[in-house]
């Protein structure tokens, strides 16, 4: 294994083993450290696949359906990863889907792009919600009442019940008829019961589903470090998380008290792209370098990179994803990268970074 790393005939002058199972060899090529460790974390459709147009996989979406199989959509196709059997599959076998799936949402036996396409999972026919084709953005979203919305652009769809065509909602004060900033993302809190609407341009709105009234949040933009949303999470302890291209904002939705996450504090990289929860203890941030993990009881972060087992440093937004069984997606330049999360991870990560004293 030696030689596999330095090329060359290598003398051994002394050699380690800590107690994290790392192997130190002082030799003539300097100190040589051999990890012996099990992988972190699963991927899918990393390191290329000839259904993707450029060699490489650049996610777009996630989705799962009621009996857990998962739908990976990237610039040009659809993959299922059937929870059955672990098979990974391309949805459209004779790579016939000429569509460009931006956004993924599962409701009611089909699959749904941000642009309003319907793949039916059972023929794989493909139709639209919207009376005109459009092109490939948007973000679709099932809320926890089951009902299908879709931010495009500048205006918020629904789905009615038995209808086949998705239709702008209008909120109470019709300021949604007239909304000038493009929506991004969108979430329906766990606790609130509130739809939260990010945007490109202008923070983050809140319409109430039961007065369907839309509103501006925070009233004070100050309290953001970025107005442009990339994703939303509302935890169970009554915080509104969003992702940004500044850092991860936090802000208490009873009394209004707001904090920043960047750099300086230990994130990975300041432009979020993802958030997902470890339970109410921890959450699992995607950026442009890496994941973070945020361990809230802490407030400390540990971070996770292509030398930790991830494919590629860079992840994308609107991919990534909670699974019913607990594991965590995220998706990114390189494919899916796939794991149950917990504190392992961090043990795990110490272990390989511990200190080593050297004497001449």
């Not at 390191?47 to 359906?65: L, Q, T, V, W």
């Not at 792009?113 to 973000?139: A, P």
């Not at 309290?223 to 291209?245: M, N, V, Y």
Request: charged letters at 20%.
């Amino acid at each position: 294994e030696v030689r596999e790393i330095t090329k060359h005939q290598t003398t051994y002058r002394q050699v380690f083993k800590d107690q994290a199972g790392v192997i130190w060899v002082a030799s003539n090529f300097g100190i040589i450290k051999i990890v012996r460790s099990r992988r972190l974390f699963s991927t899918y459709l990393s390191g290329g696949n000839s259904y993707c147009s450029s060699g490489f996989c650049s996610m777009r979406g996630i989705a799962e359906d009621p009996a857990g199989n998962l739908y990976f959509s990237y610039y040009n196709s659809i993959h299922q990863l059937d929870r059955t059997t672990g098979e990974l599959r391309p949805l459209f076998r004779q790579n016939d889907f000429v569509h460009a799936p931006f956004g993924l949402a599962y409701y009611r036996q089909a699959l749904i792009t941000g642009n309003g396409l319907r793949i039916d999972l059972k023929t794989l026919q493909v139709d639209t919600l919207f009376h005109d084709r459009l092109e490939d953005s948007g973000m679709p979203m099932v809320d926890r009442d089951g009902r299908l919305w879709i931010g495009f652009r500048k205006h918020l769809y629904r789905l009615r019940e038995n209808e086949q065509q998705a239709t702008r909602y209008r909120d109470a004060e019709g300021r949604l008829d007239t909304f000038p900033y493009h929506i991004t993302y969108l979430h329906h809190g766990q606790r609130s019961g509130y739809l939260w609407i990010g945007t490109i341009e202008n923070g983050v709105y809140r319409l109430d589903l039961q007065q369907n009234r839309l509103t501006h949040f925070p009233d004070d933009p100050a309290k953001l470090s970025h107005k442009r949303i990339l994703a939303i999470f509302e935890d169970g302890q009554g915080h509104l998380w969003l992702a940004t291209p500044a850092g991860l904002n936090r802000i208490d939705l009873v009394t209004g008290a707001y904090r920043w996450y960047t750099t300086e504090d230990g994130l990975a990289n300041n432009f979020v792209n993802g958030i997902l929860p470890e339970g109410d203890t921890a959450l699992w941030i995607s950026t442009d370098n890496g994941l973070s993990r945020l361990d809230l009881r802490e407030n400390s972060f540990a971070n996770f990179s292509k030398r930790d087992g991830l494919p590629a440093n860079e992840f994308n937004r609107i991919s990534f994803h909670q699974g019913s069984d607990g594991r965590l997606y995220f998706g990114g330049l390189n494919g899916i990268v796939a794991f149950q999360p917990g504190p392992q991870y961090v043990e795990q990560k110490a272990k390989r970074q511990g200190k080593l004293l050297f004497t001449s």
